[in-house]
């Protein structure tokens, strides 16, 4: 053996003596003076039973512990009391112990350890001071029994029975001021009778924590408010939110906190419940964006129950059983600034027995939802508090079901693109509400809404407008393409719809007067159907004159068919109509007035200025009215019953209806009629006017034939109180001209052995003296060619309608024809003849008094004989002049 190697190995023995007698010398040290040491040099008393320390590699090994710090009223360090039966420490960090006074290791072992711990208090981030952590990579605790308080000693966490495996755990009073105090990799945990008090408002507690093969399970979570809801309201009046939740089991895997992360892996909640308090407050937005961060890869809540409370205790919202399932939930910086502050990959929504009471009550029996689609189940939608004036509905639909191509916001505005949707069995009343003139209203956080194809099957709807119920039974409608945007004025929504397809049966409306209703109806954006359409008075004739304040006509309507064809656009804010063709098959339309009520002094406008009134572009090539029927009646004070004029087997064709808004048309209107007059001689009627003529000038000319003049009687005879005995108007021609202030033109009657006759009151005795006067005048027969009359200067009455101005013409042109040119000088004619007859009965009213007065004085009998004879005169004289 060589003399170096002896010498080294000389050395080698005496290293290694010199290492055991400094490890031997520093376990007595450390035995007999580490308590004193770390007393005098850290901010602890510390007392054990055996101590076992390695120099070489820092490997501690202790029993029988006990800790307390020296001053427990020092906030800035870490505060401890307790004891621990074991404590093993690997790679105890000696040197950061004694001059860093930092507390550092790599492996952390804790058998059965009672502990209190009172953290530090945070960190003044202004003087940039760091408080001394306790830094662990590793940590074991075996059948612990752990509790940590707050600086201000107040209980923050606690745990008993605590198996505890967390490897690169990490206590900084950072972690403490952003919520998470503890942050670690990976864990192992298992534990009782855990308790969190996270804040002043609310505590966390749990009954049982274990971990198996990186399973977590979570038993009887609870996070219960320390404060009663009226308590929560007087200390903190600006919150807006009190909660209260509690999950009978929990279960997550690879539970992860890092910094300011929590992460989840496979989170499952059963039977969850969440209630919510609601204070009314409005929540400020906080100035300063959250760092808080939670991801978690899939999350799942089955058989939830949700309440949610107003201010005033009663119930917004409430679900009876919720499940849902989210395959990467995200809430960040990023997604916090957004309307649904929180990111996802995939869902799927479930609930039963959804209850929703604010403005509006909403029942569901059951929802689910997923990215693609969703379906509703027995909807019920009634008004939370009706009030006049606001709008109202009571609606149930027992399915409703879309499909979603698109579903997003950008920018915070929503964009929905909806493949399709369906309405089933909608039944119920929608009460609309007043309008207002909100000229402020803005498109809100719409941005764009497309319903591809809508679909509603089988409903019975009733639209309630000023007590007017539009009802539609078995309705149903296919809709394409409906498109909501902002208008570019931004002051609400534009509406527009591609093209749809409506049907219902026994539609029916009502208004105060009367009940419509139709058989069938099929509406699309070229054609319109229409069977069995009725108009049926809800009155009597003298209840309705009761109820008008002013002359108005009531109606009794019948039409076997209404059939339209063109296109039109009756929902968008460009709304027209263009048909080429309307046809009306079978009406029957009876109108009546009365002129027992007050005249109407509103202006009555002619009908070329109604249809330029109309606000909407609108023509109709053709309109016609086929095998129809028309009566007119009216009645005065003095008629018997109301006059009647029929016009049967009407047929009306009209050319070029329109409203004079459509640029290029042509806003002539040409209207030819046929019917059968009083159902005894043939009537056709040539009417035309010019709707763009703001002089609103008109002309109509028409003729009848072989009409018996009694056939006229049902008009006049109540009427006029004249009765048309014998005679026939062979021909009767006319041919006006007018505008607003009147008419004129020709007038032309055929005519040939008419007879009249005058009735009293009664219509029954004939008053021989004045028929014999109207006779004298009337000319009975007009010649083989009688001339045409003049009408001229017949004044409109404003108040009046287009048909009075037109009677009024026919009337002037049957005075002249059958009374002569001179009218005025024949009428006053009679008059004085008339007059005459009146003093004569007047005379023998006062011959009859004075005969009376003298029966009741005596008399000699010459002379009652005289007065006798000379009274017997005067009556005979009375009967000639009668007749």
Known sequence: MGKWVKRLLISFGILVGILLAANFGLNVWLKTQLPEYIKKNTNYKVSYKTLDVDLGTGNILTTGISVNSKDPQNTDVIGLQGTIDTLKISRFGIYDAVFNKRISSSDLLLAKPVLNIILAKPIDRKSGKKRNPVLFENIRIHEGK???????????????????????????????????????????????????????????????????????????????????????????????????????????????????????????????????????????????????????????LNNAIVNVNKPDGNNLLSVG?????????????????QVIPVGYKDFTIAGRNIEYSNAHNITVRSFALKPANGEIWDLVLTSGHPTTGKAAEDLKTNHIAFNINKLEFIDKKLNVDLKD???????????????????????????????????????????????????????????????????????????????????????????????????????????????????????????????????????????????????????????????????????????????????????????SK?????????????????NSVLVYEEDTPESMGPGKLTFSNFNMNVKNLNSAKIKGKPTKVDIKINCSFMNLSPLSVNWSFDVADQKDAFAISGKTTNLPASGINPFIRPYLHVTATAGTIQEMLFNFKGNPAGLHGTFNMKHKDLKIAVLNKNNHEKKGFLTAVANVFLK?????????????????????????????????????????????????????????????????????QEIKNKKETPQPEEEKKEKKGFLNNIFRKKEKSEE
């Not at 499940?323 to 910086?333: A, E, R």
């Not at 009075?804 to 009428?827: A, D, H, S």
């Not at 006053?828 to 004569?840: D, Y």
């Open 610 to 626: 109604m249809l330029r009134s109309i606000k909407i572009p609108m023509t109709i090539n053709t309109l016609d009215l086929k």
């Open 146 to 300: 752990i509790a940590v308080f707050r600086h201000t000693k107040q209980k923050f966490l606690s745990v008993q029975q605590l198996d505890l495996f967390v490897e690169n755990l990490q206590m900084t009073e950072e972690s403490v001021e952003n919520k998470l105090p503890i942050v670690f990799d990976k864990y192992s945990i298992k534990g009782e009778k855990f308790f969190l008090r996270p804040d002043e408002t609310y505590a966390v507690t749990i009954s049982t924590i274990n971990t198996s093969n990186g399973q977590m399970a979570v038993e009887n979570f609870r996070l219960t408010p320390l404060l009663s809801f009226a308590q929560f309201k007087k200390f903190y009046p600006k919150k807006a939110q009190l909660f209260e939740f509690a999950v009978p089991k929990m279960d997550f895997t690879d539970v992860t906190l890092n910094k300011n992360k929590i992460s989840l892996t496979n989170a499952g909640f059963q039977n969850p419940v969440l209630k919510v308090y609601n204070t009314g407050v409005k929540s400020k937005k906080a100035e300063k964006k959250s760092n808080f961060e939670i991801d978690l890869k899939n999350i799942k």
């Open 780 to 848: 009975s027969n007009s010649g083989s060619f009688p001339d045409a009359v003049t009408v001229e200067n017949v004044e409109r009455d404003p108040t009046k309608s287009f048909f009075n101005l037109f009677w009024r013409g026919i009337e002037q042109g049957l005075k002249k024809t059958l009374i002569g040119k001179n009218v005025e000088k024949t009428e006053k004619t009679v008059k004085n003849a008339v007059s005459s007859v009146k003093e004569m009965k007047q005379s023998v009213k006062e011959i009859k």
């Open 321 to 337: 059983s919720l499940t849902v399932n989210i395959n990467q939930l995200m809430f960040n910086k990023e997604t916090s600034e």
């Open 421 to 607: 949707l369906l309405v089933e069995n909608v039944n119920g009343t929608f009460r609309a509400g007043e309008k207002t003139n909100n000229k402020s209203a803005g498109p809100g956080i719409i941005n764009s809404v497309i319903i591809r194809k809508t679909s509603l099957k089988n409903s019975n709807i009733t639209y309630d407008k000023g007590k007017q119920p539009l009802t539609f039974h078995d309705l149903n409608a296919t809709v394409n393409n409906i498109e909501l945007s902002p208008k570019p004025n931004q002051t609400g929504l534009s509406f527009k719809v591609k093209d749809y397809y409506i049907t219902t049966r026994n539609l029916a409306y009502k208004t105060q007067f009367y009940n419509m209703s139709l058989g069938l109806l099929k509406l699309n954006k070229n054609k319109i159907q229409i069977t069995n359409f009725a108009m049926k008075p809800l009155v009597s004739r003298a209840q309705f004159i009761k109820m008008i304040p002013v002359e108005r006509d009531l109606y009794d309507l019948k039409a076997g068919q209404i059939l339209a064809e063109g296109e039109w656009d009756l929902f968008s804010s460009h709304k027209m109509v263009r048909a080429s063709h309307v046809g009306i098959e079978s009406a029957n339309a009876n109108i009546f007035r009365s002129k027992i009520p007050k005249d109407d002094p509103k202006v009555k406008a002619l009908y």
